[in-house]
Every structure is written in C-alpha cells, then in structure tokens.
C-alpha cells in the first residue's frame, strides 16, 4: 500500500511553484481526480535543476538563472526576502530561516 508522507514538486512555466501528495498517482486513476491543465503541465515538464538546489541557491524556477535578491523587514524579526529572475522577470518570495542560537 503507497503512503502519502512525502510530496512531489512542479514550477509552471510562469514560476508557478506547485505541490502535491505522492499519492497523486493512486487519487487520478483511482478515485479519477483531474488536477488543472497547469499543474499537469508543470509535472511534465523538464526542469534544468531540483527544486532544493535552486531554492537554496537563488536560482530561478523556471529558467534557472541567478535571482537578483532584496530584503524588506517586516514585524518582528521576521524578514521577508523578495527576488525577481533579471531574463524571465518572474517574482518570487520567501521568508529568512531563523538564525538559532
């Protein structure tokens, strides 16, 4: 029996970042799920890197260039760093890991 603890990932052409159960297979032909047009075409498509490789090193989703990176503070010690793709223009966004300690 498959388990669904873990998850697949997808970046759309447009930078769309999708995520779905790895039991995705077992809910389209068993129970005849249809997810959208998009995200079937992100599954599909072929993707120049890992979605942890290019997370960790700024890189770009969809076209895998280096992101030109800003920070804004928000409340608290929360920082919210925002990047855009320099070829491609696609937007992305993602709070700063926490330094422990």
């Given at each position: 029996?498959?388990?669904?603890?873990?998850?697949?990932?997808?970046?759309?052409?447009?930078?769309?970042?999708?995520?779905?159960?790895?039991?995705?297979?077992?809910?389209?032909?068993?129970?005849?799920?249809?997810?959208?047009?998009?995200?079937?075409?992100?599954?599909?498509?072929?993707?120049?890197?890992?979605?942890?490789?290019?997370?960790?090193?700024?890189?770009?989703?969809?076209?895998?260039?280096?992101?030109?990176?800003r920070e804004?503070?928000?409340?608290?010690?929360?920082?919210?760093?925002?990047?855009?793709?320099?070829?491609?223009g696609v937007?992305?966004?993602?709070?700063?890991?926490?330094?422990?300690?």
């Open positions: 029996m498959p388990r669904g603890n873990a998850e697949i990932r997808a970046v759309g052409v447009d930078g769309t970042r999708y995520a779905a159960p790895t039991l995705i297979r077992h809910y389209v032909v068993v129970h005849r799920y249809a997810p959208p047009p998009a995200f079937i075409d992100a599954v599909l498509r072929p993707s120049p890197h890992e979605w942890h490789h290019a997370l960790a090193e700024d890189l770009c989703f969809v076209c895998g260039d280096v992101l030109e990176r804004q503070y928000r409340s608290g010690d929360e920082t919210l760093i925002t990047a855009a793709c320099p070829r491609c937007d992305y966004e993602r709070r700063k890991p926490q330094m422990v300690g």
